[in-house]
T-cell receptor, first 114, second 113 residues
Framework: DAGVIQSPRHEVTEMGQEVTLRCKPI?????LFWYRQTMMRGLELLIY????????DSGMPEDRFSAKMPNASFSTLKIQPSEPRDSAVYFC????????????FGPGTRLTVT | EDQVTQSPEALRLQEGESSSLNCSYT??????LFWYRQDPGKGPEFLFT???AGEEKEKERLKATLTKKESFLHITAPKPEDSATYLC??????????????FGKGTKLSVKP
């Protein structure tokens, strides 16, 4: 079975540029989560979708961050404009129906903003 | 404020030396506690879910237990391949809200041959 797929795996960009991270969840899963992981703050939930609908975006740091899920097999997290403090590893995770908190994580995207 | 604290931050063991990792939590209403394993450069991998005090789950050399204020991940006779960061997360109930997972910062385990 294919797990959660994320792209790109690494992204280096300059401050002020737009960054788009992509995620394909596991087929059949109906919840999708975007997390950010840093040494200082650990793993933090940014936003999650249920059946393609955003349910809780209270973890999105500010208006520079936006996320979409146009269909059950694809989601994006966009940062515009990017700043050095956005440097982190961004994970996408998905979970099956009725097991919302048994989440399966992708390999992550390591973002570096210079 | 809901909190999850893991200790120690790092643990070095010799192969075969059993030990335990601790996850203590303060939440208003625990709905579940989750253990994940994270290898370097990879996403967390789900291990266990515990729902009520006294519950135990086992998988190979790992056993997770839960009390009303903390959880332990016991590692029996560890091998070098058990080296990883182990993350604990709790799901807390907020009135009518579904709530989300709150993760601890993890314990980095190193097992030397």
């Amino acid at each position: 079975d294919a797990g959660v797929i994320q792209s790109p795996r690494h992204e280096v960009t300059e401050m002020g540029q737009e960054v788009t991270l992509r995620c394909k969840p596991i087929s059949g899963h109906n919840s999708l989560f975007w997390y950010r992981q840093t040494m200082m703050r650990g793993l933090e939930l940014l936003i999650y979708f249920n059946n393609n609908v955003p349910i809780d975006d209270s973890g999105m740091p500010e208006d520079r961050f936006s996320a979409k899920m146009p269909n059950a097999s694809f989601s994006t997290l966009k940062i515009q404009p990017s700043e050095p403090r956005d440097s982190a590893v961004y994970f996408c995770a998905s979970s099956p129906p009725n097991y919302h908190y048994e989440q399966y994580f992708g390999p992550g995207t390591r973002l570096t903003v210079t | 404020e809901d909190q999850v604290t893991q200790s120690p931050e790092a643990l070095r063991l010799q192969e075969g030396e059993s030990s335990s990792l601790n996850c203590s939590y303060t939440v208003s209403g625990l709905r579940g506690l989750f253990w994940y394993r994270q290898d370097p450069g990879k996403g967390p991998e789900f291990l266990f879910t515990l729902y009520s005090a006294g519950e135990e789950k086992e998988k190979e050399r790992l056993k997770a237990t839960l009390t009303k204020k903390e959880s332990f991940l016991h590692i029996t006779a560890p091998k070098p391949e058990d080296s990883a960061t182990y993350l604990c997360a709790v799901h807390a109930f907020y009135g009518g809200s579904q709530g989300n997972l709150i993760f601890g910062k993890g314990t980095k385990l190193s097992v030397k041959p």
